[in-house]
């Protein structure tokens, strides 16, 4: 299979599971709005129950108060009976609406008993009320005696022994109902959550694969072909690559054998002109100081971002994190790429003119959003040493007028000093603040500080500290001084220090936009 179609299976098989998900977070979601309108329903028929409970009670009060105290308890009687209907009116607006909510013919069939038991309780209570106005009459005829019978038999006891046993089972069914939609959405979220398990195990199980067998189709091939140009660096032009079933790579493949047909053809060639180069090579230590410092700026310079993009790519490369986290990563590579086109560029200028001439483009902005970005990008070159990257940002948003690239650049040789002098484990730290009218930048490490023999020249071009051999660094010695010219272009200064807790301290003060 070509790497287009495993790359092609890949994301189809995102695209599957990540459509499976949606389609189950959207089932979880009307599973919950389901489950939600069923218990609301339940509730607010339990409600009027329980409300019609209490009214009940009060209403057989208000009928014992006006049969017993006669007619100035008849306004209190009123009052209860028009308490009544309405808790009647809205137990049915609540069973209604229940069974509004439900979704299926068999639950509705279940729950049209509880419209039928609603009538009956209503029914019930109309013909107590009625008694309960006859014992009423009674008491008004005079026949008190025969009204408080009738009250006692035909509307207390009804009362207590046929409505109340009513609105209590009522009750209990409700409660029993609550209890169930409870369960069965503890048994739904159950059934959600294994789907949801199940569905993550095998989109993870067949994405690694289809990442495995993606990778290995573009690794082997590049492994192969670098091997072979490291062959060819040395001098071998007489080996080939296979063409067959490469795919992809059949095209680079043809390529490189044909430069290595043309390589073996002129190495007699160059055999034959060897001694012309001891001649050539003879020439070139006679090199000026101008063009060495410029092959040492190269080599310096280009180093730092190479390292930026080497990192983005291999955390892209190994990284198991989603498009979006890999989008940053590729931006990130985009960004360096274009700044080390501009670095490029700049240094062919830095070979014809003097290093005063090279163009500085200023703009104002923001002091701490280029001190972030560069801190994350000091996070690659720290890697290695598993070290830490910590930012303080206390300039309270400056802004200053600078070619903020030449900043970046000054700020990355910084980091890249703290990260050579850092033990491994260590922590560098990055830090603003105002000082009046300028901002300060500080760069602070946790190796062994500058010696007192070094402070003086450490800003010197090519110098190189006593302890920078034991400490196996590589370069030059030309970063700060670098670091020191851009500074100066933009009226700021640069200091190399101490910390009094260890380290040293690298600090940058620019002047604030309009100063």
Same mark, same amino acid.
């Given at each position: 299979?070509?790497?287009?179609?495993?790359?092609?299976?890949?994301?189809?098989?995102?695209?599957?599971?990540?459509?499976?998900?949606? &389609?189950?977070? #959207?089932?979880?979601?009307?599973?919950?709005?389901?489950? +939600?309108?069923?218990?609301?329903? =339940?509730?607010?028929?339990?409600?009027?129950?329980?409300?019609?409970?209490?009214? +009940?009670?009060?209403?057989?009060?208000?009928?014992?108060?006006?049969?017993?105290?006669?007619?100035?308890?008849?306004?209190? *009687?009123?009052?209860?009976?028009?308490?009544?209907?309405? /808790? $009647?009116?809205?137990?049915?607006?609540?069973?209604?609406?229940?069974?509004?909510?439900?979704?299926?013919?068999?639950?509705?069939?279940?729950?049209?008993?509880?419209?039928?038991?609603?009538?009956?309780?209503?029914?019930?209570?109309?013909?107590?009320?009625?008694?309960?106005?006859?014992?009423?009459?009674?008491?008004?005829?005079?026949?008190?005696?025969?009204? %408080?019978?009738?009250?006692?038999?035909? =509307?207390?006891?009804?009362?207590?022994?046929?409505?109340?046993?009513?609105?209590?089972?009522?009750?209990?069914?409700?409660?029993?109902?609550?209890?169930?939609?409870?369960?069965?959405?503890?048994?739904?979220?159950?059934?959600?959550?294994?789907?949801?398990? =199940?569905?993550?195990?095998?989109?993870?199980?067949?994405?690694?694969? *289809?990442?495995?067998?993606?990778?290995? #189709?573009?690794?082997?091939?590049?492994?192969?072909? +670098?091997?072979?140009?490291?062959?060819?660096?040395?001098?071998?032009?007489?080996?080939?690559?296979?063409?067959?079933?490469?795919?992809?790579?059949?095209?680079?493949?043809?390529?490189?054998?044909? /430069?290595?047909?043309?390589?073996?053809?002129?190495?007699? @060639?160059?055999?034959?002109?060897?001694?012309?180069?001891?001649? =050539?090579?003879?020439? *070139?230590?006679?090199?000026?100081?101008?063009?060495?410092?410029?092959?040492?700026?190269?080599?310096?310079?280009?180093?730092?971002?190479?390292?930026?993009?080497?990192?983005?790519?291999?955390? +892209?490369?190994?990284?198991?994190?989603?498009?979006?986290?890999?989008?940053?990563?590729?931006?990130?590579?985009?960004?360096?790429?274009?700044?080390?086109?501009?670095?490029?560029?700049?240094?062919?200028?830095?070979?014809? #003119?003097?290093?005063?001439?090279?163009?500085?483009?200023?703009?104002?902005?923001?002091?701490?959003?280029?001190?972030?970005?560069? &801190?994350?990008? #000091?996070?690659?070159?720290?890697?290695?040493?598993?070290?830490?990257?910590?930012?303080?940002?206390?300039?309270?948003?400056?802004? /200053?007028? &600078?070619?903020?690239?030449?900043?970046?650049?000054?700020?990355?040789?910084? $980091?890249?000093?703290?990260?050579?002098?850092?033990?491994?484990?260590?922590?560098?730290?990055?830090?603003?603040?105002? *000082?009046?009218?300028?901002? &300060?930048?500080?760069?602070?490490?946790?190796?062994?500080?500058?010696?007192?023999?070094?402070?003086?020249?450490?800003?010197?071009?090519?110098?190189?500290?006593?302890?920078?051999?034991?400490?196996?660094?590589?370069?030059?010695?030309?970063?700060?001084?670098?670091?020191?010219? %851009?500074?100066?272009?933009?009226?700021?200064?640069?200091?190399?220090?101490?910390?009094? @807790?260890?380290?040293?301290?690298?600090?940058?003060?620019?002047?604030?936009?309009?100063?």
């Amino acid at each position: 299979m070509s790497v287009r179609r495993r790359i092609l299976a890949l994301e189809i098989a995102s695209l599957v599971f990540i459509v499976a998900m949606i &389609a189950l977070m #959207a089932s979880a979601l009307r599973l919950t709005d389901h489950f +939600a309108g069923r218990v609301d329903g =339940v509730h607010k028929r339990f409600e009027a129950l329980a409300d019609l409970d209490g009214r +009940a009670n009060n209403y057989g009060e208000q009928v014992a108060n006006a049969v017993l105290l006669g007619r100035e308890k008849l306004d209190d *009687l009123k009052t209860a009976r028009l308490d009544m209907e309405k /808790v $009647f009116a809205r137990l049915n607006q609540a069973t209604r609406d229940e069974i509004a909510t439900l979704g299926g013919l068999s639950e509705v069939q279940a729950e049209l008993p509880e419209i039928e038991e609603n009538r009956r309780m209503l029914e019930l209570y109309h013909s107590i009320d009625l008694n309960a106005t006859r014992a009423l009459a009674l008491q008004r005829d005079g026949r008190q005696v025969e009204g %408080i019978q009738l009250f006692s038999r035909d =509307v207390a006891f009804r009362l207590a022994n046929e409505l109340q046993p009513q609105i209590d089972r009522a009750l209990q069914e409700e409660r029993a109902e609550v209890a169930e939609q409870l369960d069965a959405i503890q048994d739904w979220q159950f059934r959600l959550w294994a789907a949801g398990v =199940v569905l993550a195990v095998l989109a993870l199980a067949c994405l690694v694969a *289809l990442g495995y067998l993606l990778r290995r #189709a573009i690794v082997r091939p590049l492994d192969e072909i +670098a091997a072979a140009g490291r062959r060819l660096a040395e001098g071998d032009y007489a080996q080939r690559l296979e063409t067959r079933d490469r795919g992809e790579f059949t095209e680079f493949a043809e390529a490189f054998n044909a /430069v290595a047909a043309s390589g073996e053809k002129n190495a007699a @060639e160059l055999t034959a002109r060897t001694a012309e180069l001891r001649s =050539v090579s003879e020439q *070139l230590k006679i090199i000026d100081t101008r063009r060495t410092q410029f092959l040492a700026d190269v080599s310096h310079e280009l180093r730092t971002p190479l390292t930026v993009l080497r990192g983005e790519a291999d955390v +892209a490369l190994r990284s198991s994190a989603d498009a979006g986290e890999l989008r940053q990563s590729l931006e990130r590579i985009q960004g360096q790429a274009k700044d080390l086109g501009r670095l490029l560029e700049d240094l062919m200028a830095f070979a014809r #003119a003097d290093a005063e001439n090279q163009p500085y483009v200023v703009t104002e902005g923001r002091i701490d959003e280029v001190v972030t970005l560069t &801190a994350e990008e #000091a996070e690659l070159l720290a890697e290695p040493r598993e070290a830490k990257v910590k930012l303080d940002l206390g300039d309270d948003g400056s802004r /200053v007028e &600078a070619d903020f690239r030449r900043i970046r650049q000054a700020l990355m040789i910084g $980091f890249d000093n703290a990260v050579k002098h850092s033990p491994p484990g260590g922590t560098i730290g990055v830090e603003t603040a105002l *000082l009046g009218d300028s901002v &300060a930048i500080r760069i602070t490490d946790e190796g062994p500080g500058v010696s007192d023999e070094d402070q003086p020249r450490v800003f010197e071009r090519f110098y190189r500290g006593r302890n920078e051999n034991e400490l196996e660094n590589e370069g030059l010695g030309i970063g700060l001084a670098i670091a020191k010219d %851009i500074l100066h272009r933009h009226g700021g200064t640069i200091s190399l220090g101490n910390r009094p @807790e260890g380290g040293a301290v690298l600090e940058y003060i620019l002047p604030l936009a309009g100063r």
